[in-house]
């Protein structure tokens, strides 16, 4: 019996759902390559986007600062 890659597929989102809605956290350097190579990059609650708008303009995603406030110890805060 072959093997399958059981691992799940990341899907980008194209402006459907409320994580549209909120600018979310990853690591500072991930957003930044993705911006300039426009690479989709993963979000601490999982969302996968390529960034493109101004996180400012944007309230701050409640799941991505619940996991940063509560999981996530020490670091550098996240960029949003």
């Known amino acids: 019996m072959p093997e399958?890659?059981?691992?799940?597929v990341p899907r980008l989102s194209?402006?459907?759902?409320d994580h549209e809605r909120?600018?979310?956290y990853a690591p500072k350097?991930?957003?930044v390559e993705a911006s300039?190579?426009?690479?989709?990059i993963t979000a601490l609650c999982?969302?996968?986007w390529v960034p493109s708008r101004d996180p400012k303009?944007?309230?701050v995603c409640p799941e991505c600062k619940d996991i940063y406030e509560n999981v996530?110890?020490?670091g550098d805060p996240p960029a949003e």
């Open 4 to 8: 399958t890659d059981a691992r799940p």
């Open 29 to 31: 350097d991930k957003i």
């Open 46 to 48: 999982g969302k996968v």
């Open 36 to 40: 300039v190579m426009g690479t989709p």
């Open 57 to 59: 303009r944007f309230p």
């Open 14 to 17: 194209h402006g459907d759902g």
């Open 72 to 74: 996530l110890s020490g």
């Open 22 to 24: 909120f600018a979310h």
